[in-house]
């Protein structure tokens, strides 16, 4: 089993950026899927989860009205749209894959991760 996030760069404030998880070994559409980042100082802040089955989205404030989370069931993969980015956004973003009971309502542990893709907003 592969997790593997790819998209990330460097982008000026106010910029965007698409992040894609790709799975291999595993159906993403069986699993909650979230992102979450982590900069360097700073915990593990969970940024957006696509619930299993219903796929239902949920975002940290922090990013609620800028990120949007989706699934392409044909292709196996999960997306992080990031739009207007701001300089806290910069962190290692990773995605995880959950099969835990609770999934179906949200992403609470996850089974597998990958290694992340580096995001730096800055002018």
């Known amino acids: 089993v592969q997790v593997v996030e790819s998209g990330g760069g460097w982008v000026q404030p106010g910029g965007s950026l698409k992040l894609s998880c790709a799975a291999s070994?595993?159906?993403?559409?069986?699993?909650?899927v979230g992102w979450f980042r982590q900069a360097p100082g700073k915990e593990r802040e969970g940024v957006s989860c696509?619930?299993?089955?219903?796929?239902?989205?949920y975002y940290a404030n922090s990013v609620k009205g800028r990120f949007i989370i989706s699934r392409d069931k044909a292709k196996n993969m999960v997306y992080l749209e990031m739009f207007d980015l701001k300089p806290e956004d910069t962190a290692v973003y990773h995605c995880?894959?959950?099969?835990?009971?609770?999934?179906?309502?949200?992403?609470?542990?996850?089974?597998?991760w990958g290694q992340g893709t580096q995001v730096t907003v800055s002018p």
């Open positions: 070994g595993l159906d993403l559409d069986d699993y909650a």
């Open positions: 696509i619930s299993r089955a219903i796929g239902t989205t």
């Open positions: 995880g894959a959950d099969s835990t009971p609770g999934s179906a309502y949200g992403c609470f542990t996850y089974d597998y």
